[in-house]
């Protein structure tokens, strides 16, 4: 993998980390779903930092099916599928990041069928997904 990829990996790597941080500052504020699904503010911010984070995994993840001149995925489905096949990211972490892009698709393409329950139990249960991320992806750059 050449120097610019590494630094590429490195700057949206340090942008997820912001992510979560905003993330995990979100979580302090909620009492209770109720609190959360009545408060378009915090509905709003964890939507829109889970999108962020969802897309910074997808773009790493494509760039290094790129950089490393693996076949090419045809949807962001699949880029998972490569990636694990490839043993770049382990299948406990394949599934969970799955689940993610398929949340993702939703947030960005039927943002009318939101369902504030979901984006509540994203944010309460699934956002430490992003640190098991990080940290298979930072392996693998070792």
Known sequence: ?????????????????????????????????????????????????????????????NLIIIEEGMEKPENNQEIISVLFNNNIISENLASRLDGMVGFRNILVHEYGKIDKKRIYQYLIEKAGDFQIFKKEILKWLE
């Open 1 to 61: 993998m050449t120097q610019l990829s590494r630094q590429k990996i490195s700057e949206k790597l340090q942008l997820m980390d912001k992510y979560i941080f905003y993330l995990e500052q979100l979580k302090t504020e909620i009492k209770d779903e109720k609190q959360f699904s009545n408060d378009f503010h915090l509905f709003g911010l964890a939507e829109r930092y889970l999108q962020l984070s969802t897309q910074v995994i997808i773009d790493i993840l």
